[in-house]
């Protein structure tokens, strides 16, 4: 043979075989996936007091995240499932054992509702897979509760409390009454809202719980009013918090010298409630979409698919999508506590959250943001809505970590 068609010949064999070292490469350098695909569900309200503030805004937000990362790993589409837990911690159970023993789901997200969210935290630690809570608020979660696989990302009754309180009696406002929801999430913003106002030097005058979803808020209202409290604190959130603050008005709260702060609101029950209702009403957010350019650019798109600006956990169930699959694909597994592990080594760093860490306990550390109601003459448009009072430090904003009672961190020392 010449040594021309030899040199071509060779030429010819080698060039296959270096392709098909790349192409090994690369599958190496992909995630080894348990059953092939990463599977992700949103378990959520959708018919009911949060649906407007998770619901099918939520769904949409993990699309948008997945589609963002690219829409596959590992080579496999990426997958999104949801459904309404009715905010009944059977029903949220139920589907969440399905999701992990039959369909295959590798991690649930978003779980409004705190007694749903604790018991589908213990689902998933039995199961030894990921729980993200984003639209759940018990600060228990990263407490007594907490799990080696389940994450709380978004917010926390302790942090909502923390940062309200503290800046409303530092304003003057040291004496409370409490409207509060009848369940797991409620009694935890009144007793983490409590002890900050103590803490604070303030003093709680009255308290008093309504049932969940109730539609009459004038018994527990002229209960709070008459307590001659300088501010009404409703610890309550969705639909509950805005027949209040409605009725409130109604009732000339504000006018008569009281002022109103929600420990838990989002920007859709304010857009909801008018502003001129809601004006002056102080409040503490882990999001707000007119924050920065990242901000507004992910609340175009995301108004765009919902007709609707992003509520905090809307953009924290967009976050933790992004965070989880970014781990997976530097894990090369996804393996949950291998996951979770490197979940917490990597720095949270999106549109929601700069310079965020998970910690052992679970809490997702990140700025929170004291907020006020604009009234009608300072707001510029249909969502203008907020005026920012003050950025407080993720560090300054959650529990000490070594204040919660989780038993992992105890075990980690």
């Known amino acids: 043979m010449p040594a021309r068609q030899r040199r071509t010949t060779g030429r010819a ?33 959708m ?10 805004g939520s769904l949409i937000a993990a699309e948008m995240a997945v589609r963002d990362f690219g829409g596959t790993i590992g080579g496999r589409p ?11 911690p059977d029903v949220g159970s139920n589907i969440a054992r399905q999701w992990y023993d039959r369909d295959g789901v590798d991690v649930i997200l978003d779980v409004p509702t705190s ?25 228990d979660l990263t407490g007594p509760a907490c799990s ?61 719980r309504a049932p969940f979803a109730t539609a009459d808020f004038s018994s527990f209202l002229i209960q709070a009013q008459g307590s001659g409290a300088k501010l009404v604190a409703f610890a309550n959130a969705g639909g509950d918090t805005v ?23 989002n920007i859709d029950d304010v857009h909801s409630l008018g502003i001129d209702v809601a004006q002056g009403l102080l409040l503490t957010t882990a999001f707000y979409w007119d924050r920065d350019e990242a901000t507004r650019a992910f609340a175009t798109r995301f108004k765009q698919a919902y007709g609707l ?5 809307q953009a924290g169930v967009y976050s933790a999508v992004t965070h989880y699959l970014k781990a997976v694909r530097e894990a090369g597994t996804d393996d949950a506590l291998k996951v979770v592990a490197k979940m917490r080594e990597m720095p949270v760093d999106d549109m929601f959250a700069t310079g965020g860490r998970v910690r052992e306990d679970g809490r997702m550390v990140h700025d929170m943001y004291l907020m006020q109601v ?13 005026k920012l009072l003050a950025t407080v430090p993720g560090d300054e904003a959650f529990r000490p970590l070594a204040e919660g009672g989780c038993p992992l961190v105890k075990a980690a020392r």
């Open 309 to 313: 600006m992003p509520t905090m956990h």
């Open 148 to 208: 080696p696989t389940g994450l709380h990302w978004t917010y926390d009754t302790y942090a909502l409390s923390h940062v309200s309180g503290q800046a409303a009696v530092k304003r003057g406002l040291d004496t409370w009454a409490f409207v509060t929801a009848d369940y797991a999430f409620g009694h935890a913003l009144e007793r983490d809202g409590a002890a900050e106002v103590k803490r604070s030097g303030g003093k709680v005058l009255s308290t008093v």
């Open 243 to 265: 027949n209040a603050i409605k009725q409130a008005h109604e009732f000339g709260i504000v006018q008569g010298g009281q002022t109103l702060l929600a420990l838990l609101i």
């Open 13 to 45: 064999l080698l060039a296959p075989l270096a392709a098909l070292a790349l192409a090994g490469a690369a599958r190496a350098e992909e995630p080894v996936l348990t059953d092939g695909k990463v599977k992700l569900a949103v378990l959520t309200d």
């Open 115 to 139: 007694s749903v969210a604790l018991a589908v935290q213990q689902i998933a630690r039995e199961k030894g897979r990921i729980l993200i809570v984003s639209g759940g608020g018990t600060s």
């Open 47 to 56: 018919s009911s007091v949060y649906a407007d503030s998770t619901g099918r």
């Open 374 to 386: 604009k009234t009608p003459q300072e707001s510029k448009g249909e969502w203008d809505l907020y």
């Open 78 to 88: 990426i997958e999104v499932v949801s459904a309404d837990h009715q905010n009944k």
